[in-house]
């Protein structure tokens, strides 16, 4: 089983919807998360942090389920601005100083 | 404009040329690493420091080789180009690696042929 992994999609919504990915990881022991966004060819840059149940920022909410090993993403009310890669990352054997990509979810919001 | 510069850019390279991909940071930031990023496969680690004269190896680090003089430089070595080191590289940059926030560079597309 890979560390991290991710649906990568592509995830095709119109503006103005709803739409959560999830992440699996294997590292039971884990204890932060966090996701990354990358626009096409370009550098990831943190979107978000997650240390215990969850995080919200506007309209993006992270949720952790430990007993399922899981994260999810969700994002309302879609923007266009919001099309991009979603990456799910993991501290390397929890040592934070290593990180660990998922392969990432593709989102393309629609008009 | 403080951040992480990596350079080149672009480059290609012959089978079996060397060169050296660089990335500077001026945050001072003591925790720096290099990424490749393949399709469909993510960001992997290859090699990292936790500061100056200290370097460890990541996830996938055969054919590459690392130093970390100063603070501020961290350069990757390929010593012996083979094709399958065409991707992406990005160097990233941690004050505080625990939070998850990295500062990227804007990353080199390498191709060898």
Known sequence: RKEVEQDPGPFNVPEGATVAFNCTYSNSASQSFFWYRQDCRKEPKLLMSVYSSGNEDGRFTAQLNRASQYISLLIRDSKLSDSATYLCVVPWRNQGGKLIFGQGTELSVKP | ?113
Request: proline share 5%; charged share 10%.
């Open chain 2, 1 to 113: 404009n403080a951040g992480v510069t990596q350079t080149p850019k672009f480059q290609v390279l012959k089978t079996g040329q060397s060169m050296t991909l660089q990335c500077a940071q001026d945050m001072n930031h003591e925790y720096m690493s290099w990424y490749r990023q393949d399709p469909g496969m993510g960001l992997r680690l290859i090699h990292y420091s936790v500061g100056a004269g200290i370097t460890d190896q990541g996830e996938v680090p055969n054919g590459y080789n690392v130093s970390r003089s100063t603070t501020e430089d961290f350069p990757l070595r390929l010593l012996l180009a083979a094709p399958s080191q065409t991707s992406v590289y990005f160097c990233a940059s941690s004050y505080s690696p625990g939070t998850g926030h990295y500062t990227f560079g804007s990353g080199t597309r390498l191709t060898v042929v």
